[in-house]
């Protein structure tokens, strides 16, 4: 769903470039209290794992195909002020090497695929959660069901920015449909991503999942139809936020790197579902050629590489480099500045003495 140069006029793109930049800021100090020098690192892998992801295009209908927004996925995994940033950087780096998305439309797209799915998502998953019984099914039935409702909410996000700034006259009733419709079918495949992803990280490390906080004890098991407590294990040496992070964070990576550089030449090449739908209505007339169109990874391909596979493969292994440097960069800044604001000027580091 990346909004190229030309869909939205530039009244409308400018204000909403002023809506993401604070929306951004204010998930720059929200995410102080959801990173710490431990889970920062997992937040730049999270980014490059969306990244490597979204390079997946599934079929979804004739002619049509989706990918990954990845805002559940973010918020559920690394909380909804980082999920914000996390597919803030993923824009970023793909408007800027891969000349995918445009750099006028950058706002646009934060606003679009990444702050309201991200709200949207994250509401839903928190209210699910609430709802249903405290286990990891249940945790994962909601990040599904959050994860297909996000899609067609940020359809609906581009359609209203269309109806009020959109550079074609074409009725929005037709433009609506169209969006809503095929987004409900890409929806489906983005929940069934996210809910295996969150499912995945739950069972081997729920204490990597942010919204598993305060969820992940006492686990339930099912005896005799009811679900009771799970009896409490035995102490053991290191707690579990002692655990390293270090197996999951390499685990993640070598994921990301295969689905980048290897399982990408698979995906589908059909145009997504906002490029059939603005060829099929008329919205891409004006379309402006990308700023970086010149760019040596333009299209997700490594220029003066003729063969596509090499190509397409090394450009996703750059991306995923690339945007694990600047999300990982970024999040330890956030921590430091969170480290350096709970230091007392004396130089000493404030202890909580809460038990």
Not at 148 to 153: D, E, F, G, H
Not at 282 to 310: C, F, N, Q, W
Request: aromatic share 6%; charged share 15%; proline share 5%.
């Amino acid at each position: 769903m990346h909004v190229p140069d030309g869909f939205i006029n530039a009244p409308v793109s400018a204000v909403a470039g002023v809506v993401a930049a604070g929306a951004v800021a204010v998930s720059l100090k929200g995410a102080r209290r959801e990173l710490d020098e431990k889970t920062a690192p997992l937040a730049g892998l999270v980014a490059a794992f969306i990244f490597a992801v979204q390079m997946l295009n599934f079929p979804v209908a004739a002619g049509t195909s989706g990918h990954l927004l990845g805002g559940a996925l973010a918020a559920i995994l690394v909380g909804p002020y980082t999920g914000i940033l996390c597919i803030s950087v993923v824009l970023l780096m793909q408007g800027i090497l891969f000349a995918d998305g445009g750099l006028t439309a950058l706002g646009v797209n934060i606003l679009d695929m990444g702050i309201v799915t991200t709200v949207v998502a994250y509401a839903l998953f928190r209210a699910l959660v609430g709802l249903l019984p405290r286990t990891r099914r249940s945790m994962t039935g909601a990040a599904f069901v959050a994860a297909l409702v996000s899609v067609p909410a940020a359809a609906c996000a581009f359609t209203l920015m269309y109806w009020i700034g959109g550079t074609t006259d074409i009725p929005i009733g037709k433009v609506f449909t169209a969006m809503v419709g095929v987004h409900v079918l890409i929806g489906i495949g983005e929940a069934v991503i996210t809910a295996l992803t969150v499912g995945a990280v739950i069972a081997v490390r729920p204490d990597l999942v942010h919204g598993a906080r305060g969820l992940t004890a006492p686990l339930k098991l099912r005896i005799d139809g009811e679900l009771v407590d799970a009896p409490a294990p035995e102490p053991v040496a290191a707690a579990p936020a002692a655990r390293s992070n270090r197996g999951p964070w390499a685990t993640g990576l070598v994921t990301a790197l295969v689905l980048a550089g290897f399982v990408s030449f698979y995906a589908s090449a059909s145009p997504d579902g906002l490029e059939k739908v603005a060829t099929d209505q008329g919205i891409d007339k004006k379309t402006e050629e990308h700023a970086s169109k010149d760019s040596p990874l333009a299209d997700y391909g490594v220029k003066d590489v003729s063969d596509a596979r090499i190509s397409g493969g090394l450009a996703g292994v750059i991306g995923v480099g690339a945007t694990l440097v600047v999300g990982s960069g970024a999040f330890y800044v956030v921590t430091r500045r969170r480290r350096a604001k709970d230091e007392p000027a004396d130089g000493t580091t404030r202890t909580d003495e809460k038990v």
